[in-house]
């Protein structure tokens, strides 16, 4: 019986000018799992330090069940300047608890229950977490969703990883700025943004690929054909921190519920979009959306 949604990677204190906040897109993915009313999970590792102690403290708050693996690192923390968009960017701290992931056996036991989980490029740059990550998604059944929401950060990824990354998968998430990124690294050619994701999802047998463009708007694309578009909601914009994430979350829940990609699709956007007018990756969406 698939029962969890797990965010399985880097859990994180992004420091941000006003103050600390809890983060990492695997748990803000696994947060807004849960807000959605799915039984999201985070799976990750934290330090013998008051940071991991107030990692614990806050996600008994949150209401998000965690398999924390403690380690003699310490607990992550990521320096976050935000520019006069509301755009973050990131300065990530090395040697830290989630490089030594290991697939303990309470993640062996999670992931043969998993009916999705979410993974990114930055928690793969230790070569232990990467085999650990690997394992958990070859051990899940077959018909979960494998979601590669690719998050490139700073020098963490290479062309090995995320191909790799793509063969494992089957739906990948990225922004505009990645498509980018992506398009001479795996030979996409010059085309639109449809033509190339679909030559992705043809490359790597993908489901689908979910394409989302800041204020441009979002895209999702599926292996059978079907495109959705919809225009980014005009806000008050405070940060955009965890905001990818709580539309990758929020949309994967929707659709394991039966919601059709349209449908979907609408809710990631309007949830994404309250995000950015709140401080941090995790604000009460339940609340406000009434989910």
């Not at 403690?70 to 990530?92: K, R």
């Not at 990758?248 to 309250?274: D, N, P, Q, R, Y």
Request: hydrophobic fraction near 45%; proline fraction near 3%.
């Amino acid at each position: 019986m698939m029962n969890y949604i797990v965010g399985i990677g880097e859990i994180l204190w992004d420091m941000l000018p006003e103050g600390k906040q809890l983060g990492g897109a695997p748990a803000n993915f696994a947060f807004h799992a849960s807000q959605a009313g799915m039984h999201g999970i985070v799976l990750s590792a934290i330090g013998f330090d008051s940071l991991g102690a107030e990692t614990y403290d806050m996600l008994v708050k949150l209401d998000l069940d965690n398999i924390l693996i403690d380690s003699d690192l310490p607990t992550s923390t990521v320096n976050v300047a935000i520019d006069a968009n509301g755009i973050p960017h990131y300065e990530i701290t090395e040697n830290v608890a989630w490089d030594e992931l290991a697939f303990v056996r309470s993640f062996k036991e999670i992931a043969e229950e998993a009916s999705a989980a979410c993974f990114g490029t930055l928690a793969q740059r230790s070569k232990m977490s990467h085999d650990a990550i690997h394992a958990f998604l070859r051990a899940m059944p077959d018909g979960s969703l494998k979601v590669f929401d690719i998050n490139l950060r700073q020098n963490y990824y290479s062309k090995d990883i995320i191909e790799e990354s793509l063969r494992i998968a089957n739906v990948l998430k990225l922004n505009d700025e990645e498509i980018e990124t992506l398009t001479p690294m795996l030979n996409l050619g010059d085309d639109g943004y449809e033509a190339r994701c679909r030559q992705i999802i043809d490359s790597y047998n993908l489901k689908l690929v979910v394409l989302t463009c800041g204020a441009n708007g979002s895209y999702v694309f599926t292996a059978d054909g079907e495109s959705s578009f919809l225009p980014t909601p005009k806000v008050k914009v405070v940060d955009t921190v965890g905001a990818g994430d709580s539309f990758t979350g929020s949309f994967c829940a929707s659709i394991l519920e039966g919601k059709s990609v349209a449908e979907a699709h609408k809710l990631a956007v309007e949830v994404s979009a309250f995000v950015c007018t709140q401080p941090g990756a995790m604000p009460d969406v339940k609340a406000y959306f009434n989910l």
